[in-house]
């Protein structure tokens, strides 16, 4: 690149007009693939995560908030969940399932899963 740019600098290029053209072309090619595998594909593997965490939810497990609080899920709905904080069984708050950060099942399923 460095002797490209001397001797365009000095008037006269070794390479065609058409050179040119594919040597950027392929340049863009190669900051489009970076750009790819540094930005976009990390996201899409976080988004899959997050994801299948999503669908993992159930009844019984306890889950750690966006907020940071640590609860018991009572129902599981769509979009929803309803979760239980604290030993007062009144303190019942429906989240958005996004909201949820963190799960861990029960002792009993982990149990019966080994």
Do not use: H
């Amino acid at each position: 690149m460095v002797q490209f740019l001397a001797a365009d600098a000095a008037g006269n290029s070794t390479m065609s007009p058409a050179g040119t053209l594919v040597y950027w072309v392929v340049m863009i090619a190669i900051f489009g693939l970076l750009f790819y595998f540094m930005a976009i594909r990390p996201q899409k593997k976080q988004q899959k995560k997050q994801d299948e965490l999503m669908a993992s939810i159930a009844i019984g497990d306890s889950v750690l908030t966006t907020a940071g609080f640590y609860g018991v899920v009572i129902d599981v709905m769509d979009e929803v969940v309803i979760v239980e904080f604290g030993n007062n069984k009144n303190c019942r708050i429906p989240m958005q399932k996004r909201s949820v950060v963190e799960i861990e099942k029960p002792a009993e399923e982990e149990a019966k899963a080994k």
